[in-house]
């Protein structure tokens, strides 16, 4: 027996409406979204691992950095041993403004001279200037301690923390200052065009050209993107020119610290377990190395009791998955199809995503017939979320032969 309300109505007592039944096949616009997500392409292992984040209607994205300091200052001079003061420097990435805000009145410092070999702690006299000077008195001499120790520039002068006496007063409160971190929105697009004829002709596995086709462009896209999130450099979008996003290598460029090596042209045990160590002391340890497979290939030359064939295995081998650094940090290795080999990236993927635009993650339409064709256009929008980047928690190699 026919339930009335479980079939499509006539609407033949309001007059008639014009329902989704109706409309010509392919002519209505496919949200392909789940097919991208589904789409793990081999060629792209990086935004495999990343995933997307929430989708964003704004002509780029943005999201919020904060920065506590490096816990040591450096000096923008040499200073002698007799010296009362010195002037702070910008170390990594932070502005001597912002190292400067480090420390306060009361504020105890460990110093050891590279040039004369012994210790000092010393602590912070007055505020610091807004120039970066810093005063401060010797407040140890006993033991191994000196009240003449010289500081050289590439010292570092380590902040032990603000020690205060019984029924202090309170101090001027040092927050940081808040950056807008932001990358800009890009396209990337697609187009299929079938004839007519191509698309009633008969072909072995593939079925139906269209079809085929618009799957293959779709993997295409995938792997422009993953170039795109790994190598792009910004550039703003305008009349004549196509918008950019910063992607890995964008991002980390405008930065410095011991987990970027621009110099290192041969890729060794030691330079990994530099930049995994640079970043493993801003705060990273989720970490996994990308490169082609020239470079991840030298893992299996060094020591082979640190190759790991799954987590916590202690059996070394032959075919790498994981490294277990010199700081005890366990790395995935992703060697990668077809990139440059000058790269390698070290990087927290749980601090990266991709975002879409509202709607065009990516999305596909028939275009108007103006032939014996069919004619597709397959769009998708988006752009890449790295959190830490400015805070040295991911690294990269730039010059690799």
Not at 98 to 125: C, F, M, P, R, W
Not at 199 to 213: F, L, N, P, V, W
């Amino acid at each position: 027996m026919a339930v009335g309300y479980w079939e499509t109505s006539t609407a033949t007592d309001r007059g008639q409406y014009q329902d989704t039944l109706g409309i010509v096949s392919s002519t209505d616009k496919r949200d392909v979204s789940d097919v991208l997500d589904l789409l793990a392409v081999m060629d792209t292992p990086f935004v495999n691992d990343i995933g997307w984040g929430p989708e964003s209607g704004a002509t780029s994205i943005e999201w919020i950095t904060e920065d506590i300091g490096t816990g040591y200052l450096k000096s923008s001079a040499v200073v002698g041993s007799a010296a009362v003061s010195f002037v702070i420097a910008s170390v990594e990435n932070l502005t001597v403004a912002e190292a400067t805000k480090q420390i306060g009145v009361g504020t105890v410092l460990y110093h050891y001279s590279s040039t004369d070999g012994e210790h000092n702690i010393i602590g912070v006299t007055s505020a610091p200037a807004a120039t970066g000077s810093v005063y401060f008195e010797v407040l140890c001499t006993t033991g191994d301690y000196t009240d003449k120790t010289s500081m050289a520039t590439a010292d570092k002068i380590w902040i032990l923390g603000a020690a205060a006496g019984e029924g202090s007063l309170p101090r001027k409160g040092v927050p940081r200052a808040r950056a807008v971190a932001s990358n800009n929105m890009m396209i990337l697009r697609q187009d299929v065009q079938i004839t007519g004829s191509m698309k009633s002709t008969d072909m072995y596995a593939i079925g139906r050209e269209d079809q085929h086709q618009i799957l293959m462009r779709l993997k295409e896209m995938q792997r422009q993107r993953e170039k795109f999130t790994l190598y792009g450099v910004t550039l703003t979008r305008s009349s004549t020119v196509a918008g950019l996003m910063n992607g890995v290598f964008g991002f980390l460029a405008a930065t410095s610290g011991d987990n970027i090596d621009t110099s290192t042209t041969t890729l060794t045990e030691t330079a990994v377990n530099n930049v995994v160590g640079g970043c493993w002391e801003n705060g990273s340890t989720n970490l996994t190395f990308y490169s082609s497979k020239e470079q991840c290939a030298k893992f299996t030359q060094w020591d082979k009791n640190r190759i790991r064939m799954a987590p916590r295995d202690g059996r070394g081998g032959g075919f790498i998955t994981k490294y277990m650094t010199e700081h005890g940090v366990e790395i995935n290795i992703q060697p990668m199809r077809r990139v440059p080999k000058n790269f390698a990236f070290v990087i927290d993927t749980s601090k990266c995503q991709l975002r879409a635009k509202k709607g065009r993650k990516a999305i596909m339409e028939k275009l108007g017939k103006n032939g014996d064709f069919d004619d597709w256009q397959i769009i998708s929008e988006f752009s890449f979320e790295m959190k830490g980047y400015s805070n040295g928690q991911h690294g990269m190699f730039t010059k690799l032969s």
